[in-house]
């Protein structure tokens, strides 16, 4: 695909720089504007005024990590993406993986529906059949109802669009489906549900016992995909091919065994998550719905799927899921860092967001499936670690660098205890 900003970026040496210098490439390079330039110099956050109106009890704020994955090619669009993560290794897996992937073409994308649904849940229904024939009789008059509770949605172009009736059990149950634009729609869809409550018992002559948002998002499936060019994966066309057949086999495994089912789709949700915080949606609603998602084919399944076409040297990776983002709403708009890495995607949509967040996914996943077919995992994570136990030992400034240094060589173990012995040394020696 032709890319569409044509500018050439650069990106040399990002991750060496220093704080405010990255914040210099980032601009320089056409991710950020001016205002948001001052706010990310500042570190400026949420205000505790803020803070204090958003969540009960609060006591202060508190911190994250927010980094920069570069090398993003999406739809044939570059993006730095901003992710929030307290985790070593899932900034730089990423990145390392959109540079690959990004060489390769970069990512497609195809958003299947973006609704969201929404359920009652009846009992004490005396007769199913004729209860699920009246709500069908009045739909028209139930959607209105809902619409009429949330007239600004309505008038957005969004509202409700349909109503099916399923009975499970005891239970009769409404699924409401609406379009709600640019937000996520809880709120929105939870206030139509509240309002068609009564008139759904007095119409079923049943009562009801919940009406709530459905985060099992099967009307908002977002589809990723990307061909990565077998070639960039090592410096040995043979060795290139056999971590390719061997990603293949990882994908394969993680739709047999829960085990691993499980910590393959962690992994795809250390990305997906770092960006649905950084942008303040709503990360709990997305992770319940992705596994949730893992489960539509009767069992708990990696969530992506990987094939290696030796006709082609192509390994192509796809990752599908329910991805309700929302552009507005929430907390979307109070807090100056998601305005500030709402800024550095370029304000997308929602449609846009949901597609750069599920791109996200599956380079998080290659990363971590080709780490673990090849050098394993601890590989990486060594020299974050290091890294994070010195600044527990109390090492400032070049000092980390040194123990992190001084530890890998040693090849001694990566712990608190050899740590703090290096900045000994190193202080004595001052
Ligand atoms: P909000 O109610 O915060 O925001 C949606 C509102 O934004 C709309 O009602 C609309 O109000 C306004 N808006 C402005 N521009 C647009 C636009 N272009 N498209 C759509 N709406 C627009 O959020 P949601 O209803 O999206 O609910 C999300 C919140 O609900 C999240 O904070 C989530 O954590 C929380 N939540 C989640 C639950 C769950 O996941 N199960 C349950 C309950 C709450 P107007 O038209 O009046 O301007």
Not at 4 to 29: P, S, T, V, Y
Not at 202 to 215: D, E, P, Q, R, V
Not at 268 to 292: H, L, M, S
Not at 309 to 317: H, I
Request: net charge neutral; with cysteine; charged share 25%.
């Amino acid at each position: 695909m032709k890319k569409e900003n044509q500018k050439k970026l650069n990106w040399l040496g990002f991750q060496k720089k220093e704080r405010l210098e990255r914040i210099q490439m980032l601009k320089a390079n056409g991710f950020l504007t001016d205002e948001f330039e001052q706010i990310l110099k500042k570190n400026e956050n949420l205000p505790l005024e803020t803070a204090n109106q958003m969540a009960e009890n609060g006591i202060g704020t508190f911190a994250l990590p927010f980094s920069i994955a570069p090398n993003f090619v999406i739809d044939g669009k570059d993006y730095a993406v901003p992710m929030v993560t307290e985790e070593p290794s899932v900034v730089a897996g990423c990145s390392y993986a959109a540079k690959i992937i990004g060489k390769s073409g970069g990512f497609t994308t195809e958003i299947l529906d973006r609704k969201m649904i929404g359920q009652v849940a009846l009992y004490d229904i005396l007769d199913f059949e004729n209860a699920i024939s009246m709500i069908l009789e009045n739909k028209n008059e139930i959607l209105k109802i809902a619409n009429d509770a949330h007239p600004s949605i309505v008038a957005r172009g969004g509202g409700a669009i349909n109503i099916e009736v399923k009975n499970i059990d005891e239970f009769l149950i409404v699924y409401l489906i609406a379009d709600v634009k640019e937000a996520m729609g809880a709120n929105i869809l939870n206030t139509m549900l509240e309002a068609i409550k009564i008139p759904l018992e007095n119409i079923t002559n049943g009562k009801s016992l919940m009406a709530i948002l459905s985060n099992y998002a099967t009307e908002s499936l977002v589809k990723a995909e990307c061909e990565v060019n077998v070639k960039l994966l090592s410096s040995s066309m043979e060795t290139s091919i056999e971590t390719a057949k061997k990603i293949e086999l990882a994908s394969k495994f993680s739709k047999l065994d829960i085990y691993r089912a499980t910590t393959h789709n962690k992994g795809i949700f250390n990305g997906i998550d770092a960006v649905v915080i950084a942008t303040g949606n709503d990360w709990r609603a997305i992770e319940a719905g992705g596994n949730a998602f893992a489960v539509k084919n009767g069992k708990y399944e990696g969530l992506t799927t990987w094939t290696f076409d030796e006709s082609t040297n192509k390994l192509k990776g796809e990752l599908i899921l329910p991805m309700p983002i929302a552009s507005v709403g929430g907390s979307i708009g109070l807090n100056p860092s998601v305005k500030a890495a709402f800024n550095i995607l370029g304000n997308p949509d929602a449609r846009t967001l949901a597609s750069i967040i599920t791109s996200v996914g599956l380079a998080q996943n290659f990363a971590a499936v080709k780490a673990l077919v090849t050098t394993g995992i601890q590989h990486g994570h060594m020299k974050l670690q290091a890294r994070s136990l010195a600044l527990f030992a109390g090492a400032k400034g070049k000092e980390i660098d040194i123990i992190v240094e001084r530890l890998l060589e040693s090849g001694k173990s990566i712990n608190l205890e050899n740590v703090k012995k290096i900045l000994e040394e190193i202080k004595s020696t001052r």
